[in-house]
């Protein structure tokens, strides 16, 4: 792989996955559209951190187009890694219980229309010269490594990274279409990755399994080296680290705080891939304590700055800092 001139301005963390459109249903007829997708998320917590990043992909050119574009702007993300296509935008739309006056509807629809959508077309060859050569961590996920052309064109790119020499981050998330058909590539991901960060019931939903810790013992199996961030659904985080074993629970959310379970989880990765970057030879315990606190702050930020409403300033460096010197990590548990 061709690393070509290295430029000292070119991002350290790159990710790779879907940026998309989610389109939802708030009251009546009205619909709000906001900038989504977790690799997408994970790039712009990074930045708010104070790494240079990036999220390399392709977006259309119409008016979502633009709106992702300005979104990686005000976060300083580097735009040479997006690639506008004369192709339709990835758009998501969703409908939430009680949103438009539907009382028979128990759980929130989701509908993914992207067919022909501009994600499928990215060229990896057409990121910047040199970009190899500046990156030390690359993270995989979402629907990215499902929609091909895509996912193949991601899954090669991904080993060709770790040949390099690469850190890789690993989340695959879950969605319906991640049936027997992704077991492949969950088995190749996985053990291709350095972390993995996946929550309890996606586990479960991955591995068609009752108990989490099948997927858990899986994942081990296939890579025993890997570092392993669990979101436990009821607020805990654990880091599995060798034969370490690392947990802390995420503080009491206050009444107004509701931000969705996928912000913490991108929050707590990119926490989690900060203190890796910043301190590599810390203990697994200081870097679980950076990955709660930024899952923290994202819980608690007021709505204008969390993750799905594309702000730049997310998870600002001193206060996640200020809030790991506060967790309490507990061993063995």
């Not at 128990?106 to 010269?129: C, K, M, V």
């Not at 993995?196 to 989490?212: G, H, K, N, W």
Request: proline share 6%; net charge negative.
């Amino acid at each position: 792989m061709s690393s070509g001139v290295l430029h000292p301005d070119l991002p350290h963390f790159v990710s790779f996955g879907e940026v998309r459109i989610d389109l939802l249903r708030t009251a009546g007829e009205q619909w709000r559209s906001a900038c989504a997708g977790s690799p997408w998320q994970v790039a712009m917590a990074m930045s708010s951190l104070g790494e240079l990043s990036a999220f390399a992909g392709a977006i259309s050119r119409d008016l979502f187009g633009r709106e992702i574009w300005q979104a990686c702007t005000e976060a300083n993300l580097d735009l040479r890694f997006l690639q506008q296509l004369p192709k339709p935008p990835l758009l998501n739309f969703i409908s939430v219980p009680g949103a438009a006056g539907e009382p028979g509807l128990e759980a929130t629809e989701n509908l993914l229309i992207g067919s022909d959508a501009a994600d499928l077309f990215f060229r990896p060859e057409g990121l910047p010269a040199g970009w190899v050569k500046a990156l030390r961590w690359a993270h995989f996920g979402g629907l990215g490594l499902v929609r091909e052309p895509l996912a193949a064109r991601l899954g090669a790119l991904a080993q060709g990274l770790k040949s390099e020499g690469k850190r890789i981050s690993y989340a695959p998330g879950y969605r319906a279409a991640m049936d027997s058909r992704y077991d492949d590539m969950l088995e190749r991901m996985c053990r291709l990755a350095d972390v993995i960060e996946v929550t309890q019931s996606e586990l479960c939903a991955l591995f068609r399994c009752a108990d989490y810790h099948l997927g858990l013992a899986q994942i081990s199996a296939w890579n025993p080296a890997a570092v392993l961030l669990l979101n436990a659904d009821g607020g805990r985080i654990s880091l599995y680290a060798g034969a370490q074993e690392w947990s802390a629970e995420l503080p009491a959310p206050a009444a107004d705080e509701d931000a969705p379970l996928l912000d913490v989880c991108d929050a707590s990765l990119a926490g989690l891939l900060f203190s890796l970057i910043r301190q590599p030879k810390a203990g697994p315990d200081l870097h679980l304590r950076w990955s709660v606190a930024a899952a923290t702050a994202a819980r608690s930020a007021k709505p204008e700055y969390r993750l799905a409403h594309a702000q730049a300033c997310t998870l600002p460096q001193a206060l996640v800092a200020t809030l790991a010197a506060a967790v309490r990590p507990e061993a063995g548990v």
